[in-house]
């Protein structure tokens, strides 16, 4: 067998592979058409919606931070400002990444609360927090918000579109309206906010992102509040806790990883505050991005899909500035 | 604030909490409903479809084994052919795991050959492998297998189903046909043959692993080989490849996993083989079981979703016997 020039670079290629000499001509990539958006395409992250959360360092000694940026009106807007809240009282800082479930989700909060082994006394919430009820997992929106981006069926109730900036699901109010209602739904990196059983709702305290499948069963069940835009790796490649739910037992105790601090972006000092902003999703490029997420047209693919599922179209998002 | 008794070991639970006393009544989770299968639902799976892959141990020195399952007939039988030739070639003995891309594949193969950096010369490959071509990435089915199981829309061309125990997207032959196409499809921890731009549809010497949210798109255009059944963790929670598409770089050679061997689990001596059995997707426990992973009426649930995509109903598999 002799060696290729490509090798397997070319595999499953999601970017043009450095050889391109040795590349077949096709249709722009949906990383090429993003590239390709003029900068007015791109909306600006307020410093006040992201969020640095910095684990303690990895084996290696390297620096692990996650950046999260929260919903925007009028989504989960109450548990939002209570993430801000607890932030700004440092309350998370000290507290624990204590479940990863395989394909499911990564789950950090206070050791003596957010696990099911637990024997201290929880550490006391700050004042102010605000308590949110279940109705407040959906908000109604405006039917062409709604109309404009929906082109595939989806497989859980209602429709699915991109609003905003972010993967959502609505129904219609009611079969005679043109008003709908609309929650965000479980994709790869959506950020939500731990709950006992209902009418418990959760305040903020305890946090969880998706690490695996979308599990859209949770979505109008649990609120989420944002998602992750830097720093994943640093939660989805965490060992697995062999627990009960992926929580980390008492043996494994020396698994969880430290939360040192948690601050909003717009609370930092401005040389250490990072500045991040998203395609907008109401944009020619971004139709142009989701079509060819859907039909992909590039050398590498034979037989273009036909289709997408609202979590397999990721609203790029990049950093910008310094 | 009181401490909860429960805690939250009930968040986004999967399975009934411990502390059950403290738990609302309602139906019964998807998991509890699979417990209660008859025996005979069960469908053991052939020694001859189930590989064992073990990696070297982890920095504890622990043991990492993964147990993939092989993909019946009629689907990808050359390259399941050309894995089982593969493995009691010992070719996959030394190889290593080369690429670990977020939300998308972990990756395995010859470092010589399936890495964009590679300066050796690669592995020469054993007699008798067969060549596939890419109409085999589809198989002709009977149309009832298709009709029994479809129930929710899909976003992606045509029906989903679940035949024999495997997800399948499918679509009519043609539009007066009561014949169907069907193909498996990119789910979590489904396992695919590697392969560089068409005509090449790759020999079954490099292998992946979806480690992130459905890549359908590439359904049709890949050979899907099996599936992992155990040890997943072991290669999800790798650490990420900085490299383009998520390759290990030169400068992270020692992040490469090394895989000691990969065997046949029929080739085994019988204390060390493995056997599972999977949850007949053709039974009536398994039925209830997808209706309620779309339904969710356990009680953590408040709204029920309505549906479930094909990668959101995955077939229980288990270990028997010793």
Same mark, same amino acid.
């Given at each position: 067998?002799?060696?290729?020039?490509?090798?397997?670079?070319?595999?499953?290629?999601?970017?043009?592979?450095?050889?391109?000499?040795?590349?077949?001509?096709?249709?722009?990539?949906?990383?090429?058409?993003?590239?390709?958006? !003029?900068?007015?395409?791109?909306? @600006? /992250?307020?410093?006040? *919606? #992201?969020?640095?959360? +910095?684990?303690? $360092? %990895?084996?290696?000694?390297?620096?692990?931070?996650?950046?999260?940026?929260?919903?925007?009106?009028?989504?989960?807007?109450?548990?939002?400002?209570?993430?801000?809240?607890?932030?700004?009282?440092?309350?998370?800082?000290?507290?624990?990444?204590?479940?990863?479930?395989?394909?499911?989700?990564?789950?950090?909060?206070?050791?003596?609360?957010?696990?099911?082994?637990?024997?201290?006394?929880?550490?006391?919430?700050?004042?102010?927090?605000?308590?949110?009820? !279940?109705?407040?997992?959906?908000? @109604? /929106?405006?039917?062409? *918000? #709604?109309?404009?981006? +929906?082109?595939? $069926? %989806?497989?859980?109730?209602?429709?699915?579109?991109?609003?905003?900036?972010?993967?959502?699901?609505?129904?219609?109010?009611?079969?005679?309206?043109?008003?709908?209602?609309?929650?965000?739904?479980?994709?790869?990196?959506?950020?939500?906010?731990?709950?006992?059983?209902?009418?418990?709702?959760?305040?903020?305290?305890?946090?969880?992102?998706?690490?695996?499948?979308?599990?859209?069963?949770?979505?109008?069940?649990?609120?989420?509040?944002?998602?992750?835009? !830097?720093?994943?790796?640093?939660?989805?490649?965490?060992?697995?806790?062999?627990?009960?739910?992926?929580?980390?037992?008492?043996?494994?105790?020396?698994?969880?990883?430290?939360?040192?601090?948690?601050?909003?972006?717009?609370?930092?000092?401005?040389?250490?505050?990072?500045?991040?902003?998203?395609?907008?999703?109401?944009?020619?490029?971004?139709?142009?991005?989701?079509?060819?997420?859907?039909?992909?047209?590039?050398?590498?693919?034979?037989?273009?899909?036909?289709?997408?599922?609202?979590?397999?179209?990721?609203?790029?998002?990049?950093?910008?500035?310094?």
């Amino acid at each position: 067998m002799t060696k290729p020039i490509l090798t397997l670079a070319a595999l499953l290629a999601l970017t043009a592979p450095a050889a391109a000499q040795e590349e077949p001509q096709g249709a722009p990539s949906p990383n090429e058409i993003v590239a390709q958006a !003029e900068p007015d395409e791109w909306v @600006a /992250i307020a410093a006040e *919606d #992201l969020v640095v959360m +910095t684990l303690a $360092p %990895d084996a290696e000694g390297k620096e692990r931070k996650v950046v999260i940026q929260l919903m925007p009106a009028p989504f989960s807007q109450g548990w939002v400002e209570n993430i801000r809240t607890l932030a700004r009282a440092k309350w998370y800082d000290g507290i624990s990444v204590n479940r990863v479930q395989d394909n499911y989700v990564v789950q950090w909060g206070d050791l003596n609360y957010d696990n099911p082994e637990a024997e201290g006394e929880p550490k006391l919430l700050p004042e102010g927090l605000r308590v949110m009820d !279940e109705s407040e997992y959906v908000q @109604a /929106i405006r039917s062409d *918000d #709604l109309l404009a981006r +929906t082109r595939y $069926p %989806d497989p859980y109730s209602g429709w699915s579109a991109l609003i905003g900036g972010w993967p959502m699901g609505a129904l219609q109010e009611t079969v005679h309206s043109n008003q709908y209602r609309a929650w965000p739904t479980h994709c790869y990196g959506m950020v939500g906010v731990g709950r006992n059983y209902s009418p418990d709702t959760g305040s903020g305290a305890e946090l969880y992102t998706v690490i695996g499948h979308a599990p859209r069963h949770l979505d109008r069940n649990i609120a989420l509040v944002g998602r992750i835009v !830097e720093g994943m790796e640093h939660l989805s490649s965490l060992p697995r806790g062999t627990g009960d739910l992926g929580f980390y037992s008492a043996q494994e105790a020396d698994k969880r990883t430290p939360i040192l601090t948690v601050r909003v972006a717009s609370d930092l000092a401005e040389a250490e505050r990072p500045a991040f902003e998203y395609l907008s999703t109401d944009g020619e490029t971004f139709a142009r991005y989701a079509d060819a997420r859907a039909n992909r047209r590039d050398p590498f693919f034979i037989v273009p899909a036909g289709g997408a599922d609202i979590c397999n179209i990721p609203v790029p998002v990049r950093r910008t500035g310094q």
